[in-house]
């Protein structure tokens, strides 16, 4: 009877022990207490993706899946989000580790420029760029848009708020020589929206600065039918003329449902982060990325032109130190 009284007690104690250590978070954790340090073992990030029918989103995904996969102790969460403004505003103010944004937002942003004036957002650095983004001006088929001078008296959807769309959407009316109360609606609305209300006819006009073949044109024109109106010529000029972040893109024809060959003028995405995380971080995460392309390739048609190559094309901030020992090995630099 005593025995087993002893060996019950022994039992609870180390029941006691057992439950002890996977509430603290085991040995090392207490250990590390001890020392006086509290470090979480995962280093958790988080970067700001874009439209959830956009391209930014998915490939901000492919990254986080490539983090999951071939980074210890370091996870990567992806949030949607308006895009390119909003994100330079939460790298800021230190709620985005990493974001997707446009060269010429990011460029803005970092110089307090346009939407940053006062307000500088000196701690975003480059990492790599990832493609053109050309700005798409979506017109509802027979809405006689042929040019942007044409958007006078239309209802257009000027780009989701915080967008880099919207800041090029305001350029080209201001290229044309329009402004907003020159139009007989100028909305706001997140992109998904904005194709929806061009489908029912509700708008006769969207901008989106999105990668060719983003679902959330290719879904409406399969819909509805739609013209990719040219911004080229005197437009393309004037816009490169206020601007150095604009070069001519074509999208070729076919790119979507039954819409001809069309010019306009794009900016480059690029990958930023925090000047404030670590270099072996950053390098870390930039050296598995490009260590694992295929996974950028694979998540979206335009994730194809993500090349080291490329890597420095169109950017316009400083690099992070970590991406700069990365991309001088592979023999780059800015
Ligand atoms: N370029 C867009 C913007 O910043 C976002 C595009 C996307 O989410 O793919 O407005």
Same mark, same amino acid.
């Given at each position: 009877m005593k025995q087993n009284g002893i060996s019950r007690s022994k039992v609870v104690l180390i029941l006691l022990i057992a439950v002890l250590l996977v509430f603290s978070g085991g040995v090392g954790s207490l250990l590390a207490r001890g020392r006086g340090e509290d470090e979480p073992s995962v280093r958790r990030l988080n970067m700001g993706g874009g439209?959830?029918?956009?391209?930014y989103y998915p490939l901000a995904g492919s990254m986080s899946r490539i983090v999951h996969l071939h980074m210890d102790g370091v996870s990567l969460t992806v949030e949607s989000s308006g895009a390119s403004v909003v994100n330079s505003n939460l790298i800021g103010s230190g709620d985005l580790d990493l974001a997707i944004v446009q060269n010429d937002v990011a460029s803005h942003a970092f110089n307090g420029r346009n939407a940053f004036d006062g307000n500088a957002i000196s701690n975003m650095r480059g990492l790599f760029s990832l493609y053109p983004e050309p700005v798409q001006l979506i017109a509802r088929a027979?809405?006689?848009?042929?040019?942007?001078?044409?958007?006078?008296g239309k209802r257009v959807a000027l780009g989701p708020l915080g967008s880099g769309a919207e800041v090029n959407s305001l350029k080209v009316l201001e290229a044309a #020589?329009? =402004?907003?109360?020159?139009?007989t609606a100028a909305e706001r609305l997140e992109a998904g929206e904005a194709a929806d209300y061009l489908r029912d006819g509700r708008l006769d006009a969207a901008f989106f600065t999105v990668a060719i073949g983003a679902a959330v044109i290719s879904d409406l024109a399969v819909s509805q039918r739609v013209e990719v109106v040219n911004i080229d010529g005197r437009y393309a000029e004037r816009l490169m003329q206020m601007e150095d972040f604009y070069a001519p893109v074509t999208i070729p024809e076919g790119t979507y449902t039954q819409v001809p060959q069309a010019q306009t003028v794009g900016v480059v995405s690029i990958v930023v982060a925090r000047e404030d995380l670590p270099e072996q971080l950053v390098y870390d995460f930039v050296k598995a990325v490009f260590d694992n392309i295929n996974v950028v390739h694979s998540a979206?048609?335009?994730?194809?032109?993500?090349t080291i190559q490329s890597a420095?094309? #169109?950017? =316009?901030v400083p690099l992070h130190p970590g991406a700069e020992r990365y991309l001088a090995e592979q023999g780059l630099r800015l």
């Open positions: 439209w959830v029918t956009g391209v027979g809405s006689g848009i042929n040019s942007p001078s044409d958007l006078r #020589g329009l =402004t907003e109360g020159d139009l979206h048609a335009a994730g194809r032109m993500v420095l094309d #169109g950017m =316009t």
